[in-house]
């Protein structure tokens, strides 16, 4: 009775935190976050709030707050960063597994929603690995109930698990899941979907949207399953299938089904526009098997688009229509479906012109979400849109009858412009149109971030630039017609690489004036314009060497930083990134012209601005790689110019370091270490030495996000400052970092880089004392978790020793913890040692593998067999990697970029990497080998080296002059 009291107490308790969290009053609000992020680390927390959700008893705000809670701790919770167990406890997983589906398929919908969310978080980790095996049967039971309110549920939560197939990389583990995920759901979901779709059509069932969204979840599932590889199933059951999407492409609208929102698609329009991806995916990647469907999907298709209105709730669904025609457009054996005059003159007319019109609603995008247009609009991000789709099926057309659909449109085009021209105030839209239409016809093929990289013959875009785009760039009124003024700078960007650097000299003035546009739109693209065309190549080489960019920076910055100043540009990444583009892209130019200290106050003040509510993941990285920059030019020019920087950056980062602004942190790190590395050795600042403590605070390690960018300034601090900031007291700190690191699959390189550090940098008695129990905190890591990235960590980290100490003093001490360990570790040398990537770490382990070679007696006596086995391998790679990694900032944020910006650690590209080398000596390892090989006397290993390298050795030692 008391155990009953006292967890009733226990759960009055939560349920009370849970209704605080959505108090009006900040104080509540955080005491109950204090509360329930304590709460986590006890047992049966998990178990806890999941039961909270069986009793319906209590008020819907602690049950609400409690389901979006259970999310948030699954997802937080369930797995570590580096794909281990989380802090969950074995018990409270199985428990939480063993009750989740079925408290799921019981709550209200609202409610299910966030625990459907939850199972597919623990299904990422725990499905995927096999873990789960009861989840998958136990959710297709579910099917036989005939309650459509539990088999959406389920059907819900297996869309995520299975989501990943249609873009994950082909793998054995992936085949294997999807053939086992086949076995248990083919057969049962073909079923449903029979019986689903038998009950709409019938119109037996009292509720339509229900079977409407088990149907659209069903679609999302098929399409998942098929997207890796067509199934034998599947193909044997493609009728099935294949006649009912078509029979759900004419399937009339009904009020149930619409959206609350009637500018956003309905369930049916969903359903549609997955049906037609489906069927776009089967005709692309499964021709021959959907030969018998291609025409009867086209008849579908084309009916669809003639009866469909311009609301904008039907445009993805449009989009994706006209995506499939472009397919069918292109294949050859299918060309005859649009070779009549008759019928290409009806889709041009009928599809394509209706769906480049710039309707009201886009005009009101334009206005009143800017961001939202900007968004679909911008180049390589309109992919759903209905211009997006009408250009692809433009373009599809091309393929086969280019000429045919150019004469076709031809005439269209001077309508409009001729319209145009008329009333230039009331008919912009018609020009507008016609602009949208050129770039279709003469943009053969694009690329998002390259713009058009194939244009037509029989349309020259320059000289419609030259007619029509250039006369509204020279309208000094920025502000008027902004939407033609928003065309024209995006034609300039999609054709940028067609225009003369004499062209180029005379436009970007003119787009740089557009930046102080009061239309965000115009402002963006006027941004985007000159980013982009400041980081053109022509044959390999920028376009714009950096005396010319220096030439035009001041009046661009200017500008950037103008615009910035406008209150609803005060976050925009456009404008961001053309700063940053002008300042890496002018480097020494730039650095000399003596605009950097406004930069610099400029970014000091929107840094100290947009900590107070940091939004904008892309805007925050496109600041402190900017700020990098700044640093990194200015720096190269007069190394003295560090404390400019000091003076500015200190006090924000001091405000954002305090106020554990943690968005922003991983980046204060590593500007930090950039500019500290800026010093002599010995030279660290009254500031930086008071803000050495803190950086060893545990707390501060707990976020993964900080650990690159701290282990980075840790180093920094070793480096310059070595025993006289590191004492003993430290010193076991930072081995306590290091011993976190190594246990993380995710940062153990991490841990090698701070250990690495201090190896090379303090006197050998300070570190002597502790190797041997860092070497016990590898072995023993490797015994638990053994990876290839560690192991090869552990071999730099070993030639790291063997050349700051000796080859005998490692073995030694490696055979001291374990006799024989160190000969297994040779064995991983020797197969390993082709694998090291990193130039400054293949530095590392030649010069080891050489000493060890050279002289380390144990290794012509004891380890004699595995001597030439050590060498050719040596030789086979060593030479052949002196030289640096790539340090291409650009490549490095394109790639950031397509991957997406989140609230975590990004690299900052122009912040570079720490440039300290352990063994700054050596310039060559080819030379390095012959030196020690001929200082320990080649006539004493001539029996040794294998005879198919002697030639190349010899070689080697007359090229160093030794031979």
């Known amino acids: 009775l008391q155990l009953h009291r006292a967890v009733r107490a226990k759960m009055e308790e939560l349920i009370h935190y849970l209704e605080m969290t959505t108090s009006e009053d900040p104080a509540d609000r955080k005491t109950a976050e204090g509360f329930l992020k304590s709460a986590e680390r006890q047992a049966e927390f998990g178990p806890q709030l999941l039961l909270l959700q069986t009793n319906d008893g209590i008020s819907d705000i602690a049950r609400q707050s409690g389901a979006i809670y259970f999310k948030n701790f699954i997802r937080k919770n369930w797995a570590s960063d580096d794909g281990s167990c989380g802090l969950i406890s074995a018990p409270d997983r199985q428990e939480i597994k063993a009750q989740v589906v079925d408290v799921m398929i019981r709550v209200p919908e609202r409610i299910q929603d966030q625990l459907s969310e939850a199972i597919a978080e623990i299904g990422k980790v725990d499905f995927t690995a096999n873990e789960w095996p ?143 991806e489906s069927v776009t995916m089967y005709a692309l990647k499964y021709d021959e098997e959907f030969e018998a469907y291609y025409a009867p999907f086209v008849e579908a298709t084309w009916t669809l688009l003639t009866q469909t209105g311009e609301e904008p709730k039907y445009d993805t669904l449009v989009a994706i229509a006209m995506k499939y025609l472009s397919h069918v457009a292109q294949k050859p054996s299918h060309a005859d479906t649009f070779a009549a ?69 031809t005439a269209h085009i001077e309508e409009l412009l001729g319209a145009a021209a008329a009333d230039p105030e009331g008919a912009w839209k018609q020009k507008d149109a016609a602009i949208f239409l050129v770039t279709s016809l003469a943009a053969k093929a694009t690329v998002a971030g390259k713009g058009a990289t194939e244009t037509s013959d029989l349309i020259d875009p320059i000289d419609f630039f030259g007619s029509t785009i250039y006369p509204d760039l020279e309208i000094e009124d920025v502000n008027a017609q902004p939407v033609l003024k928003a065309d024209a700078l995006k ?116 840094m100290v601005e947009i900590a107070k ?123 306590g970092i290091f011993q976190k690191l190594i246990s993380s699959k995710r940062f153990d390189h991490e841990g090698f880089n701070l250990i690495e550090s201090l190896i090379d940098t303090l006197p050998p008695e300070m570190m002597e004392p502790y190797l041997a129990q860092c070497y016990n905190l590898c072995f023993t890591r490797m015994s638990k978790l053994k990876t290839v990235k560690f192991v090869r960590c552990v071999l730099v980290f070993t030639c790291l020793l063997i050349g700051k100490f000796d080859g005998s003093t490692v073995i030694g001490m490696i055979d001291g913890i374990q006799d024989g360990l160190f000969e297994m570790l040779l064995k991983r040398v020797i197969s390993d040692v082709e694998t090291v990537p990193d130039s400054k770490d293949r530095k590392i382990v030649t010069v080891g593998v050489t ?52 609230a975590e650690y990004h690299k900052l590209a122009f912040a570079g990497t720490s440039s300290h080398d352990p063994f700054p000596e050596v310039e060559s390892s080819q030379m390095y080998f012959a030196t020690q090989l001929n200082a320990a006397g080649p006539e004493n290993f001539a029996q040794l080296i294998p005879q198919k390298i002697q030639p190349q050795i010899e070689e080697v030692l007359q090229a160093a002059g030794l031979l």
């Open 134 to 276: 009861e989840l998958l049967p136990h959710m297709i039971a579910q099917f036989e109930s005939g309650d459509f309110h539990i088999i959406n549920g389920v059907l819900k939560t297996v869309c995520p698990l299975f989501d990943r197939y249609r873009h994950a990389e082909k793998s054995d583990e992936l085949w294997s899941e999807i053939k086992y995920v086949l076995g248990e759901l083919a057969e049962p979901l073909t079923g449903l979907f029979v019986q689903t779709f038998d009950l709409a059509k019938s119109g037996e069932c009292d509720q339509l949207f229900p079977l409407v969204n088990a149907l659209l979840n069903q679609t999302k599932v098929f399409l998942s399953l098929n997207s890796q590889d067509l199934p034998e199933f599947f193909e044997d059951n493609m009728e099935v299938w294949m006649t009912r999407f078509a029979e759900i492409l004419a399937l009339p609208e009904a009020e149930e089904l619409a959206s609350a929102d009637p500018s956003q698609p309905g369930v049916l329009e969903e359903l549609k526009a997955e049906v037609l």
């Open 341 to 409: 005059a008759e019928t290409l003159q009806a889709i041009c007319q009928q599809v394509v012109v209706p769906n480049m019109k710039f309707r009201d609603v886009d005009e009101e995008l334009f206005e009143d979400n800017p961001q939202e247009y900007i968004r679909r609009d911008a180049e390589g991000a309109d992919a759903d849109t209905r211009r997006r789709g009408a250009t692809d099926l433009v373009r599809g057309l091309c393929r086969t009858f280019e000429p045919q659909v150019i004469e076709i449109f």
């Open 491 to 606: 034609y300039i960007t999609t054709f940028r690489n067609n225009l003369t650097k004499e062209q180029f000299m005379s436009i970007l003035p003119l787009v740089a004036g557009h930046l102080l546009s009061d239309s965000q739109v115009v402002m963006s693209y006027a941004a985007h314009c000159i980013e982009r065309s400041l980081m053109m190549k022509r044959d390999g080489v920028a376009f714009f060497d950096e005396a010319e960019v220096g030439e035009m920076a001041e009046a661009l910055l200017g500008n950037l930083f103008g615009a910035m100043d406008k209150p609803q540009n005060r976050e925009s990444d456009y404008l961001m990134k053309a700063i940053l583009r002008t300042v890496s892209c002018g480097k020494d130019a730039v650095a000399g012209l003596g605009v950097l200290p406004m930069v610099v106050e400029g970014l000091s003040k929107k």
């Open 613 to 735: 509510n940091p939004a904008n993941a892309r805007y925050n990285h496109y600041m402190f790689e900017t700020m990098c920059c700044c640093i990194r030019y200015a720096v190269q020019k007069d190394p003295t110019t560090v404390e400019m920087f000091e003076a500015g950056l200190f006090p924000p980062f001091q405000t954002m370091l305090e106020e554990e602004i943690i968005e922003f942190q991983p980046y204060v790190f590593q500007i930090l270490a950039q500019m500290l590395e800026a010093h002599e050795v010995g030279n660290i600042t009254e500031a930086y030495q008071s803000l050495f403590p803190f950086l060893l605070q545990p707390d501060l390690w707990e976020s993964g996000a900080n650990s690159s960018g701290l282990v980075r300034l840790l180093n920094a601090y070793i480096v310059k400052g070595g025993d006289s900031i590191l004492n003993e007291e430290n010193l076991k700190v930072v081995l």
């Open 851 to 902: 000493k060890l070679l050279f002289e380390t007696s144990e290794m012509v006596n004891q380890y004699v067999d595995a001597w030439p086995l050590l060498v050719e391998k040596l030789y086979s790679w060593a030479f052949e990697m002196d030289g640096g990694d790539d340090g291409d900032e650009e490549n490095h944020l394109e790639a950031l970029e397509a991957s997406g910006y989140r």
